[in-house]
Nanobody, 114 residues
Framework: QVQLVESGGGLAQAGGSLTLSCVASGRVLSINTWGWYRQAPGKQRELVAAITRGVTNYADSVKGRFTISRDNAKNTVYLQMNSLKPEDTAVYYC?????????WGQGTQVTVSA
């Protein structure tokens, strides 16, 4: 079992920046993949960024603007979001996977105004 707590969401203007943090506890050493997903109103949850054994991948819509990173000593994964757009408005969820078992955080709201 992994427990995840996100923070760092809020309101930003278009072109601005926000950094999301997610602290993990529990079976942290067994985690294969750390990721961030988002869900906008009326839309399906989608992968934003993930990191597996140091290899990152990003949704096309955020490439060049968002950066996922980890701090192993703090059991924390970050999502640095730059050049924010109104279409980035969503609830952002931290996710970890141990093989096929996923754990989710409670979500943090990000709202980007035009």
């Amino acid at each position: 079992q992994v427990q995840l707590v996100e923070s760092g969401g809020g309101l930003a203007q278009a072109g601005g920046s926000l950094t999301l943090s997610c602290v993990a506890s529990g079976r942290v050493l067994s985690i294969n993949t750390w990721g961030w997903y988002r869900q906008a109103p009326g839309k399906q949850r989608e992968l934003v960024a993930a990191i597996t054994r140091g290899v990152t991948n990003y949704a096309d819509s955020v490439k060049g603007r968002f950066t996922i990173s980890r701090d192993n000593a703090k059991n924390t994964v970050y999502l640095q979001m730059n050049s924010l757009k109104p279409e980035d408005t969503a609830v952002y969820y931290c996710n970890t996977r141990i093989t096929l078992i996923s754990s989710w955080g409670q979500g943090t709201q990000v709202t980007v105004s035009a």
